[in-house]
């Protein structure tokens, strides 16, 4: 029992991370808990950081485990990109303009990198994260603590943000689209060469 504890960690941690992000995607759209979803947020991303690391410390890194922190990455910030979306939808202006655009091309890549996950797991590809994929998901959770950021200091006082976040928003969301389009991409080239072995 002990073994099977010790070798399934890493994925015990990942599973707190997925109850976690069901538990944010629920209270994110009562637009009242805008300080409870952001501590959830980092949260989440704590267990993003930490099963990856104990899986590799200590050589227990597992198909399954790599799918469920996939699935976890996935459950979270689709959901929370739709409501970027509606929360922003009727936003006017380049500038709202641009922060949709950058969001619906986030959530098409993010279409295209679960059907070639899917593909590379009935192929038997290595479906193993890249440093692209690596650092898009680290410029997701920033936008999404940003936003939550921004939503909050909305929600508690008169002080409007405004186009400065709106810019840095900006940015983030263009990053994040070079490096999703980076992964796609990455994951395609490593399909190309065929399945290893």
């Known amino acids: 029992m002990r073994a099977f504890l010790f070798k399934h960690s890493a994925n015990a941690v990942t599973i707190v991370g997925i109850i976690l992000t069901f538990w944010a995607n ?12 952001l501590a959830l947020t980092l949260a989440v991303a704590a267990t993003d950081l930490a099963d990856g690391r ?16 996939r699935a976890r990455d996935k459950a979270f910030m689709v959901p929370m990109f739709f409501f970027f ?3 922003l939808w009727l936003g ?28 590379g797991l009935r192929r038997g590809f290595d479906v193993s994260a890249h440093r ?28 409007r943000p ?23 991409i990455g994951y395609l080239e490593r399909y190309a060469k065929g399945p290893p072995g």
């Open 85 to 87: 979306c509606k929360d």
């Open 54 to 69: 104990i899986a590799r410390r200590w050589k227990i890194v597992t198909l399954e485990g790599i799918s469920l922190d």
């Open 132 to 159: 692209a994929g690596k650092i898009k998901q680290t410029i997701y959770f920033v936008i999404v603590c940003l936003w939550l950021l921004v939503r909050l200091v909305e929600q508690k006082s008169a002080f």
């Open 162 to 184: 405004g186009l400065v976040s709106a810019l840095v928003l900006s940015f983030l969301l263009l990053l994040a689209v070079i490096y999703a389009l980076k992964s796609l």
């Open 92 to 119: 006017e202006g380049i500038v709202f303009a641009f922060i949709k655009a950058m969001l619906v091309l986030i959530l098409l890549t993010e279409g295209g990198l679960v059907i070639s996950w899917v593909v």
């Open 26 to 37: 629920v209270l994110v759209w009562d637009y009242q808990n805008f300080g409870l979803v």
